[in-house]
Nanobody
Framework: QVQLVESGGGLVQRGGSLRLSCAAS????????MGWYRQAPGKQRELVAS???????NYADSVKGRFTMSRDNAKYTVYLQMNSLKPEDTAVYYC???????????????WGQGTQVTVSS
């Protein structure tokens, strides 16, 4: 069993900051890439940021320069520092991990339950 648990969402005013965390636990052999996605009401889920096992990051154009993703491999945890938040950042944010688990060593994608981020104007 593998679990991803997000935390850190909430309500913040325009221009404010939030830091999301996502901790993976369970029968993990190795975590490959991890990502943060978001889904706003009536919209499709979109990739916000991703990070490889070596720490290389990729960001959606809409968040470049404002959001920073990092990871702590020893803790199986990733973070998303969100600065200069805008109302259009309002969404449920999901953590995703591509990882190898035991027994069997299969590589699969896992998702967290999501955390709400609301930015007021």
């Amino acid at each position: 069993q593998v679990q991803l648990v997000e935390s850190g969402g909430g309500l913040v005013q325009r221009g404010g900051s939030l830091r999301l965390s996502c901790a993976a636990s369970g029968s993990i052999l190795r975590i490959n890439a991890m990502g943060w996605y978001r889904q706003a009401p009536g919209k499709q889920r979109e990739l916000v940021a991703s990070i490889t096992s070596s720490g290389s990051t990729n960001y959606a154009d809409s968040v470049k320069g404002r959001f920073t993703m990092s990871r702590d491999n020893a803790k199986y945890t990733v973070y998303l520092q969100m600065n200069s938040l805008k109302p259009e950042d309002t969404a449920v944010y999901y953590c995703q991990a591509n990882l190898r688990s035991w027994p069997g060593g299969a590589v699969s994608d896992y998702w967290g339950q999501g955390t709400q981020v609301t930015v007021s104007s």
